[in-house]
């Protein structure tokens, strides 16, 4: 598994032999967070923990669910071990499982079953994040479900306090998902997959520079 915030000598193997791609899997999210996540304001509570460092990326290199749960429950842990104020928020990358959308929103079931069996109902939730996501009663080219498509799939952990926050912070916030679907609408289509592009050349870049993101692999005996 390999993380922007641990380093190692090396990132672990991927299942098809793709750890040279792991840079580029990392910078391609980072670049969506900052690009979309951030620079569209899909989330207002998003710029203060990626500008202090405390949001964590994970990548998993698992093959099958029973390893991204695993996974899962091991960053679950380690993110209620650290003080919120040194850590926020976990996103846990994983390319090379769940690629199908239906696949993906059956494993949250799972993913929500494991936290409260880890005892974490009420300090922890799993936010979803998949190329493909498609709300329910949405077709899947409705620019609205851009709001919670990332680069790969990805399962975000948030801890509920902060949430209870954020959301207290707002006085309606259902006009937080109203103004996404305003800014998406203004960026239309061509938009979103000009900025989709533009992540994904971020990632192509750190491919170009190992150098620099050496500091960033890490080596874990996950996965």
């Known amino acids: 598994m390999a993380t922007e915030r641990e380093r190692g000598p090396h990132a672990p193997e991927g299942p098809d032999g793709t750890r040279d791609l792991y840079p580029r899997i990392l910078a391609a999210t980072r670049?969506?967070?900052?690009?979309?996540?951030?620079?569209?304001?899909?989330?207002?509570?998003?710029?203060?923990?990626?500008?202090?460092?405390?949001?964590r990326y994970v990548l998993s290199t698992a093959a099958n669910t029973d390893t991204l749960l695993a996974d899962l429950g091991t960053q679950a842990k380690a993110l209620v071990?650290?003080?919120?104020?040194?850590?926020?928020?976990t996103l846990l990358i994983h390319?090379?499982?769940?690629?199908?959308?239906?696949?993906?929103?059956?494993?949250?079931?799972?993913?929500?079953?494991?936290?409260?069996?880890?005892?974490?109902?009420?300090?922890?939730?799993v936010a979803s994040f998949h190329p493909?996501?498609?709300?329910?009663?949405?077709?899947?080219s409705d620019l609205g479900n851009a709001t919670n498509r990332s680069p790969y799939p990805?399962?975000?952990?948030?801890?509920?306090?902060?949430?209870?926050?954020?959301?207290?912070?707002i006085a309606d916030?259902?006009?937080?998902?109203?103004?996404?679907?305003?800014?998406?609408?203004?960026l239309g289509a061509a938009g979103w997959a000009a900025l989709q592009h533009q992540c994904a050349a971020d990632g192509e870049a750190a491919l170009g520079n190992d150098d620099e993101h050496h500091e960033t692999r890490a080596?874990?005996?996950l996965g």
């Open 31 to 55: 670049a969506w967070v900052e690009r979309a996540v951030i620079g569209l304001n899909l989330c207002p509570f998003a710029k203060g923990p990626q500008a202090q460092g405390r949001v």
């Open 81 to 89: 071990d650290v003080p919120a104020e040194c850590l926020e928020t």
């Open 95 to 125: 390319p090379h499982v769940l690629g199908d959308f239906g696949d993906y929103n059956a494993f949250l079931d799972e993913a929500d079953a494991l936290i409260e069996a880890l005892g974490l109902r009420g300090t922890l939730q």
């Open 132 to 140: 493909d996501y498609c709300f329910a009663g949405a077709r899947a």
């Open 154 to 169: 990805l399962l975000h952990l948030l801890r509920e306090a902060s949430v209870a926050r954020a959301v207290a912070a």
């Open 173 to 186: 916030p259902a006009t937080v998902y109203a103004a996404n679907l305003a800014t998406l609408d203004r």
């Open 219 to 221: 080596q874990s005996g």
